[in-house]
């Protein structure tokens, strides 16, 4: 059997001048048949336009009060990112993420970090996603217990990624369809509502600006938190293979992703934040039913917002975000499997789906065994939460470290702007963010850090160092 790290076949181009996967030394396994705008889509549904609803609560109180400013700051960081993310996938048009990018950007093994950090977004991601939706079903429908819920999406979500990445893409227009009009019903009623005199009392501007509470610390603390937001538009890196257009539109469609994520999520916690029934109580207490977005919705309109919202959340975390995440993952372990950095068989591609069908198993099976464990635990979905954002953020900044190092110092690029200074701001915001995270979060993420180093150690020790393919000549 051919093995793709030796073979070196003519370097082809997907457009603009880009090289193919070919020219890396791969061969293209996977099928191209993703447009801009399914992917635009797809980091969307990622990223679920509605997704503070579920984390209102917690972002208000670490905010103190100041929700969209914490918002806004995690969209001006997660932009430099993207511009990052831009600039690498143009270079490396391949799947695998951040993985691919500093492990070819920097060096081998500092990929092998960087996807061993990633891992701990994206494999804990579905299970989290899983977890909040089933938690959200059973208060609606009582009767139905947690794991109920949360087996039935596990099993649909892997159904329709097993069925291919197209039929995948046509689901997640109808999810973001969906959610889409939930948030537009929420959005015209709040304005309403608000033009006639309701909401909590709040200055117009206290939502982005309090100067009695306002400090740095506070504000990126609360930034470390809504950042889980905004995770998921670089889940459209890790379709680089199946994109059948320029890789340009791997890059504008992180960018356009974020940006209209980004201003929905602004809006409607600024909106929100007017109408909740008794914000002090939430900034002193907290939000431990996780209701404070529905109850917002409620006072605006009455109690069929509330289930509207409510239910709307569970789907799009449920089903909606968790498919595309379970999509995303098994790309990653597909991409490392495939550079020997796991086990062999997650690279198995199926030969009429086109799709990494051991990795989407084994995905599924992680989410289910996760969902379950942390439903036993009460403080299981803030943990899992802290955890996948430290992971998601650390890997980040590897990745800002390598459009520096692969294009300032190999290419002697003089696009000072776009590889040097928009990585180190991107480097510096987020370190920043990283500092002001929970201490649990910080250490839990450092101890899945040195699981990583020994385990590179042990690669290295046994010949199995990361080596990726090499380019054609």
Same mark, same amino acid.
């Given at each position: 059997m051919t093995d793709p790290r030796t073979t070196r076949p003519p370097a082809v181009s997907t457009g603009e001048?880009?090289?193919?996967?070919?020219?890396? $030394?791969?061969?293209?396994?996977?099928?191209?048949?993703?447009?801009?705008?399914?992917?635009?889509?797809?980091?969307?549904v990622f990223m679920v336009p509605i997704a503070p609803f579920g984390i209102f609560g917690s972002v208000f109180q670490a905010s103190g009060g100041m929700i969209a400013l914490a918002y806004a700051v995690g969209g001006l960081a997660m932009a430099f990112t993207a511009a990052s993310y831009s600039q690498m996938s143009r270079a490396f048009?391949?799947?695998?993420?951040?993985?691919?990018?500093?492990?070819?950007?920097?060096?081998?093994p500092v990929g092998f970090i960087a996807g061993w950090m990633i891992l701990l977004d994206y494999v804990l991601v579905p299970g989290l996603l899983y977890l909040i939706a089933g938690v959200a079903m059973h208060s609606i429908v009582t009767s139905v217990p947690v794991w109920v819920w949360l087996v039935g999406f596990v099993v649909l979500n892997t159904v329709v990624n097993y069925l291919g990445i197209e039929f995948t893409a046509r689901v997640n227009k109808l999810?973001?369809?969906?959610?889409?009009?939930?948030?537009?019903?929420?959005?015209?009623?709040?304005?309403?509502?608000?033009?006639?005199?309701?909401?909590?009392?709040?200055?117009?501007?206290?939502?982005?600006?309090?100067?009695?509470?306002?400090?740095?610390?506070?504000?990126?603390?609360?930034?470390?938190?809504?950042?889980?937001?905004?995770?998921?538009?670089? $889940?459209?890196?890790?379709?680089?293979?199946?994109?059948?257009?320029?890789?340009?539109?791997?890059?504008?469609?992180?960018?356009?992703?974020?940006?209209?994520?980004?201003?929905?999520?602004?809006?409607?916690t600024w909106l929100a934040a007017l109408l909740v029934p008794d914000p002090q109580a939430i900034i002193s207490d907290g939000d431990a039913? $996780?209701?404070?977005?529905?109850?917002?919705?409620?006072?605006?309109?009455?109690?069929?917002?509330?289930?509207?919202?409510?239910?709307?959340t569970a789907i799009a975390w449920g089903f909606a975000n968790s498919l595309v995440a379970q999509a995303a993952t098994s790309r990653l372990l597909f991409a490392m499997a495939r550079d020997r950095q796991l086990p062999s068989f997650l690279a198995k591609v199926h030969p009429t789906r086109r799709v990494p069908v051991n990795a989407t198993f084994l995905v599924a099976v992680v989410s289910l065994v996760l969902g379950l464990y942390m439903n036993s635990r009460d403080d299981g979905i803030s943990l899992l939460s802290t955890l996948?954002?430290? $992971?998601?953020?650390?890997?980040?900044?590897?990745?800002?470290?390598?459009?520096?190092?692969?294009?300032?110092?190999?290419?002697?690029?003089?696009?000072?702007?776009?590889?040097?200074?928009?990585?180190?701001?991107?480097?510096?915001?987020?370190?920043?963010?990283?500092?002001?995270?929970?201490?649990?979060?910080?250490?839990?993420?450092?101890?899945?850090?040195a699981i990583g180093l020994a385990l590179l150690v042990f690669l290295v020790v046994t010949g199995r160092e990361p080596e990726l393919a090499e380019e054609a000549r």
């Open positions: 001048g880009t090289p193919s996967v070919e020219a890396f $030394g791969y061969h293209q396994e996977l099928k191209r048949s993703l447009s801009f705008t399914d992917l635009l889509v797809y980091g969307l048009p391949m799947a695998g993420s951040v993985y691919t990018y500093a492990g070819r950007g920097i060096a081998q999810m973001l369809i969906g959610e889409l009009v939930v948030l537009a019903v929420f959005l015209v009623v709040a304005v309403i509502a608000l033009a006639n005199g309701k909401g909590n009392g709040l200055g117009a501007l206290t939502p982005l600006y309090n100067s009695d509470t306002f400090s740095l610390s506070l504000v990126f603390g609360a930034v470390s938190i809504a950042v889980l937001s905004f995770l998921g538009f670089d $889940g459209i890196s890790t379709l680089a293979e199946e994109n059948r257009e320029s890789a340009r539109s791997i890059g504008k469609s992180m960018i356009a992703a974020l940006a209209l994520a980004g201003t929905l999520f602004i809006v409607q039913a $996780g209701t404070s977005f529905y109850d917002a919705a409620e006072a605006a309109s009455g109690h069929w917002l509330y289930v509207l919202t409510a239910v709307a996948v954002n430290f $992971g998601a953020l650390t890997a980040f900044l590897l990745l800002h470290i390598a459009v520096v190092v692969h294009f300032v110092v190999r290419q002697k690029s003089r696009d000072w702007w776009h590889h040097l200074l928009v990585p180190v701001i991107g480097f510096a915001i987020l370190f920043y963010v990283i500092i002001n995270a929970k201490v649990a979060a910080q250490r839990l993420g450092f101890v899945w850090l």
